[in-house]
């Protein structure tokens, strides 16, 4: 029932000025507790990956924000076109890199690439994707990825040691009302290549 209504809900957030990210969090919200999801809210960070009124976004202070998350010991290479890469045991031959990218009309902006995802902005604001690349990046290094097939469908979840969950990022594609949070590791075990197909498919059906 309310997923039926995320479609006009839409479209009156786009007459309104209302972000969509703000009507899909809400109706994403009431989903989870009508199904009993475990919930948690990523930490506050501070952290864009868009530039503000006065200062640019910065790879480096994305970086400083993961290592201070991260529980583990993390490596930050420093690039020479100003991007950071981080790597780390878990993650053996897949680093983190956070980048510059060119945003709207031509403003640099922050592009983290944590495993198969990319995370950046494709508005030129920030709707907590600073928050979410900063979680999501810190999980990645201190515990790898999981690949999952959930019904029938390939995966990946990261472990949030603080809140003891699994986490599905939105990254991951899948629609903003497919469960994010699992007490228990869900599903049959998927490999990389089924994740990494499947997300490249959806990837070229929104460039189509």
């Keep these: 029932m309310i997923e039926s209504l995320a479609k006009p809900l839409r479209a009156l957030a786009s007459l309104l000025g209302i972000p969509i990210t703000v009507v899909d969090g809400a109706i994403g919200d009431v989903l989870a507790l009508l199904r009993r999801e475990p919930r948690v809210d990523l930490p506050d960070t501070g952290v864009s990956l868009v530039p503000g009124s006065e200062d640019e976004a ?27 890469e981080l790597s780390a045991d878990a993650v053996t031959g897949s680093p983190v890199l956070i980048a510059f990218a060119d945003g709207p009309e031509g403003a640099r902006q922050v592009v983290v690439h944590v495993g198969p995802w990319t995370v950046t902005s494709a508005d030129g604001a920030d709707h907590r994707q600073g928050d979410a690349a900063v979680a999501m990046a810190a999980a990645f290094l201190g515990h790898g990825l999981e690949h999952r097939r959930i019904k029938d469908v390939p995966v990946g979840l ?51």
């Design 58 to 84: 910065s790879p480096v202070a994305v970086a400083e924000a993961i290592i201070a998350r991260s529980t583990v010991d993390v490596a930050a290479t420093t690039l020479d076109d100003g991007g950071v």
């Design 158 to 208: 990261l472990w949030l040691e603080d809140a003891l969950l699994w986490w599905r990022p939105n990254a991951d594609g899948g629609g903003p009302f497919r469960q994010t949070f699992f007490d228990e590791l869900p599903g049959e075990p998927a490999s990389a290549a089924e994740h990494a197909q499947r997300l490249a498919a959806e990837e070229a059906t929104r460039g189509a």
